[in-house]
């Protein structure tokens, strides 16, 4: 026999999927003896049922009454009792927060008869006829349908005929009348009068709270958070206790920590003479919770203590609702408590020291998400003053410039050197110039999934979108902010990581956790803190951490970072600026002659350009990646070179032998889809010289830095390859150029070669490849691109948000690793390449190496390190930490 009801004295904590999270609490709290008021939650699995049968469970009614009976035996008094009734709260409470999406009715048990009692029972008529019209407004609009508005206009209209400015100006009597007006509304608007029966008033609410899990706020917040339809929530009911008979009285909430910095100490606020409710809506200005400790200290020393009881008891920081009735202390609602990035690091360390949690337990507790967000520049909070505006926080850090309402004139200005904010509606494609050349982005319209949003976090620009109170003007070149305008120009400051706009340019500090992956400075508690963490992750993780860097001072940074090695060194990077001329001139070579001067100029530039980062990162691998990209990227750019010779012709000078010959390059090379034309090892393998040129510049500086005492570990890294075949051609050669240095030089030059698997077929033949590869590393970035067969260039501005709103996905393949197709095929090639080669070193060298979701992947798919950017460096080692527990 199912059974729907749990008494508070029967359930616990573990029970939060049937009970709910506030439900389970209750029950926790009620256990540990604190004064919880008495009171039942019906199940999850209740509400499921009603859900998709569309009717009451079949002995629902029975064990809600069973229940209520017992409360009231308990408290001496019936439900609705004429004289002296008992009075229910039904709340929702689902197994993941949602707050204020879902309804909550009071006061359940009052009718014409009871409001007597109640006024009798508190000694006040006033408060009995308002929780009386109370419970009429919250039943008649939330149970029977009527619109709320329609109860507020009434009230409107009374305050006015009693030239009343607020509800206190209102009297008993006029509350009384209320009751009568709002009664007579609801049988206007549904047919049929307000039930005076309390058992059939509670019946009604519990029911309609299960339906309140479909309205559409309530559908659209789990979607933006992830929180499954299939859940349903649970419903407590519960006796209710009154903040509001007087000055002794009173509502609050408080936490266990500050959940702002982590600190220790009670921290909160407290509303004398109010509900819950009036602390939450923030209608009257409340006071801090020490306040209580003058008003009602034996309340105060009694709610501290029970704090205490439960961050002991829930090793963690909680937050509590409370109220005071009548000088005494009711605890309503407790839970594990949000914080921010800040106190999340500080809680962690802390409640190690005080020994409530072990050094494993706090590394769980922080992310590297929260590592990150400490990781930027932030506004000085102390001088900034108020927001313009808040949005949704879609992409962190602390930006300043003009405002500026199109894309066209973000360019405009970024290019005179002037730093600008781009201010839309909401964006697109189109404004993606714009979106480059701004600091940050801002826009009225849209969630963290928006247009905008990805865009940004993908080019890691300050974002802030969704600021719905702004009312963007672009033809105007304005936008307004209540009766503020803010005109084309004007400097804002934009903080992505809380999501507010600021006028003006606010000063930036800097990050002192930023300066400590630097410097190694421990500036303050946080910081310590980090750096502990720190510490614990590297003492536990398995999986290795390098990083991508392509200059001695981007490796140099990584070391600083923690970097245990280059994983990725693209050494197309070096090919560009001053270079590209020697470049294009073996391109452009017609002779063997013609191509290895070519060669032989670039040969000195590589080779400085490794020595420089074998020294750097000396003693640990380097990972250098033989040319990737399609040659004609070197070229100019195919459009503009026709332009350029057909205004020369237009102006009766005949082209230049250079850009005639330019031109002809170009279209020989042109390709429709570049990225999956001529590049990588096929490069390699059709253009003469390059290969050797590269592979004679590593070995040299390998030579070098030995020569200077130095350990340099240079490994060789061949891209794009498909097939054994291709990989056994290139290495043949590297083994000769290396051969040949060694013997140049007298000094014996040894260094792996390894290949990237980013294709498909690469994965799927791995075995095959093991047997020439002596290492592996993913690319997941083409990986992922090839295997969805998503250009990686294109789709994310393109199409992502409609496939993350439609939820197709939740999140970008390029930014978190796709478990179940790119994943796979990784798991493919770990598999049968160390069956083929045993102990075959592998690791990932895509975006996704920094990806926290992602690290802990590739930990359980045994690769050996990740290499990400080396600003990401420390979040993939605290993740990789994390993963290993
Ligand atoms: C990759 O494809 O994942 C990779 C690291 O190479 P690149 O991004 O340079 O193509
Ligand atoms: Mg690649």
Redesign the pocket.
Known sequence: MVRYVYAFTEGSRDMADLLGGKGANLAEMTRLGLPVPPGFTVTTEACRTFLTTGGEPAGLAREISDHLTVLERAAGRRLGQPDDPLLLSVRSGARFSMPGMMETILDIGLNDDSVLGLAKSSGSERFAWDSYRRLLQMFGSTVMGVDSALFENAMARLKEDCGAVDDLGLDAADLAGLVETYKELIRQETGESFPQSPARQLQRAVLAVFQSWNVERARLYRRREHIPDGLGTAVNVQTMVFGNLGPDSGSGVAFTRDPATGRAGVYGDYLANAQGEDVVAGIRNTMPLEELGRLNPEAFSRLCGHMATLEAHYRDLCDIEFTVERGRLWMLQTRVGKRTAEAAFTIAAELTDEGLITADEGLVRVSGDELARLTFPRFDTSTIGDPLAHGIPASPGAAVGAAVFDSAEAVRRAAAGEKVVLVREETTPDDLPGMVAAQAVLTSRGGKTSHAAVVARGMGKVCVCGAEKIGVDPQGRRFTVGDITVEEGTVLSVDGSEGAVYPGAAPLVDSAVMRYFETGERSDGLVDAVARAMQHADGVRRLGVRANADTPEDAARARRFGAEGIG?C?TEHMFLGDRRRLVEAMILARTDTERERALDALLPLQRQDFTGILEAMDGLPVTIRLL?PPLHEFLPDRTELAVRLAAAEAHGSPPSEHDAELLDAVNRMHEENPMLGLRGVRLGLVAPGLVAMQVRAIAEATVERRRAGGDPRAEIMVPLIDTVEELRLVRQEVEQVLADVSEESGVSVVCPVGTMI?LPRAALTAGRIAEEAQFFSF?????TQTTWGFSRDDVEAAFFSAYLDKGIFKVSPFETIDRDGVGRLMEIAVAEGRAARPGLKTGV??EHGGDPESVHFFHAAGLDYVSCSPFRVPVARLEAGRAAL
């Not at 690319?779 to 990986?783: A, R, V, W």
């Open positions: 990725l693209r990737d980013e690319g997941t970035n083409d990986l060298c895509g």
